[in-house]
Every structure is written in C-alpha cells, then in structure tokens.
C-alpha cells in the first residue's frame, strides 16, 4: 500500500501520524510542503520503535531512497515480513548528514490487525 507524507520546512520537524495493516507491504513516499533540493544529502533514516518501561528500543531502520533530489522526493519501502503483529510504535525520519543531523518528521506508527 502506498502512504504520502508531506514533511514540514527544514528546521521544523513535522508531527505526522501513520498506519498501515500487519503483513502489508508499504511504500512511504516523503516530500516537502515546499521544493526542497535533497542535492548533497547522503543519509535519510527512518526508524521505528517500541517502547518498553518510557525507554525507546529500535526495531527496525530503514533507508530512504531518495527518487527526485531537485525537488525533494525520497521513500522507504516496508516489507510485509518487517510488520508481523499489531502494534503502537513512534517512528522518526532523520537526515544524518555530517553536519546536517535534523529530525524531519515523528510521530505515531500503527499496525493495524
């Protein structure tokens, strides 16, 4: 199943809730609420986690694969395999640049049964 995101303007981090059904492949396509050129960016990672007695535990990363750099377009893809039982996680989308590390957009991640 494809999902759309619409990230906030760098230096802002978008609050963005997601869900998607167990066993369901995802494609997570992320752009800009305006063009942003991605030329020069190297790393964007999605993470996301559980959370056990208020600590974050990752279980699963992803890394996006950025598909229009000119005017800011990059996705993750999620396999049916990563997302084997109903669950509430956070997730967060980060470009890990030298120099650059900014958080570009968090929120909820649920898998639907």
């Not at 066993?23 to 992320?30: K, P, Q, W």
């Not at 986690?49 to 950025?66: D, M, Q, Y």
């Not at 997730?91 to 991640?109: F, P």
Request: aromatic share 8%.
């Amino acid at each position: 199943m494809a999902k759309a995101l619409t990230l906030a303007p760098l230096l802002t981090t978008a609050l963005v809730n997601i869900s998607h059904y167990v066993g369901e492949d995802c494609l997570l396509t992320a752009t800009f609420a305006a063009v942003t050129s991605l030329s020069g960016w190297t790393t964007i990672k999605l993470r996301i986690r559980e959370r056990f007695n208020g600590a974050a535990v990752s279980t699963l990363t992803k890394t996006a694969t950025i598909t229009d750099a000119v005017n800011g377009v990059f996705t993750f893809t999620i396999a049916a395999a990563d997302t084997t039982a109903p669950a509430l996680y956070e997730y967060e989308i980060q470009r890990e640049d030298s120099g650059n590390n900014h958080v570009l957009a968090r929120g909820d991640w649920q898998v639907l049964p």
